[in-house]
């Protein structure tokens, strides 16, 4: 990826003279729409979300959740497969950029037979159309799905980025944990990357917590942590501190994050180096979840807490 990066940034440059809408994008149209070899057919509304697998349980665990965040990279890496079932088996929540929905994928998915999987695709790749974009990968089914279709268009590939959102019940409890998962738009416009934060900010600034927002967010830049710093503060979100961290970074700024609501407290979350399934490292977290107002509906629960342990 850091040599499609540097491969592409004249690109960029070009294109963050250009507006950061569809309507808009006149040097983004001019300069790729005519170019049909690099021009990927984008999905309808109706066809962004597609779902598969079952499940054998309801609700979260009561307490504790853990997730693996990881941009897959499009699975195309040697030890993908083996990695990546070695990672995701125990998980509660998994979150996946660069899903890349070709038969090798969809046959490493299948070895998660009590997982249920939600994508949301950004466009349709190569002549086989296959589907590309992010998946929320879940132990239960989750009670509500989302997207956020970005109104920016990448350059060269012609096409919006995808943010999933999905909320899981939670046992013993009146609340739904909320995961939104975003991989970032890349090779535009610091202003257009602010545009396309802010509307996934005025869409989750009022979901009730407890809330994850994690994924790659390709913050390659200082002022694209800046930008993300700012809305995390205006989300009332923290982000986890991982030891060791040895994730993706571009020019010394890391790109993959987990930001997450007062009442999930982290308590683990390492970056390992030796992965070698995709050009990022993958993201394991562990968080407990201790509300910030008791909102857990068990009499009995309530009365023994270390059930929840």
Known sequence: ??????????????????????????????????????????????????????????????????????NLHKGTEDSFKTEYLSLAFDRDIVMNQEVFLDPNMMDVFRYLPNFYFTTATSFFSGKEKVRTGVANISAVKPAYTEFIRTETLEPVVNSPKVALITSYPIRFSTKELTVVNLHGINFVSTKSFRHELNRIYERIKDIPSPLVFSGD?????????????????????????????????????????????????????????????????????EVEYSPLKFDFEDEEFTQDLSLAH
């Open 1 to 70: 990826m850091k040599n499609f990066i540097l491969s592409l940034f004249a690109v960029n440059a070009l294109i963050s003279l250009a507006s950061s809408s569809y309507a808009q994008s006149s040097l983004a149209q001019s300069v790729f729409v005519n170019r049909p070899e690099v021009a990927f057919p984008v999905p309808g509304d109706e066809e962004v979300i597609r779902t598969f697998g079952k499940v054998t349980k309801n609700q979260l665990p009561p307490r504790k959740f853990k997730f693996l965040v990881w």
């Open 217 to 285: 967010f390709n913050t390659w830049n200082r002022d694209r942590i800046s930008i993300l710093e700012e809305y995390a503060q205006k989300l009332n979100l923290v982000e986890a501190r991982f030891l060791p961290d040895n994730r993706m970074t571009f020019n010394g700024y890391p790109l993959d994050h987990f930001l997450h609501t007062k009442d999930l407290k982290v308590t683990r979350a390492k970056v390992d180096g030796d992965f070698k399934g995709s050009d990022h490292k993958p993201l394991q977290v």
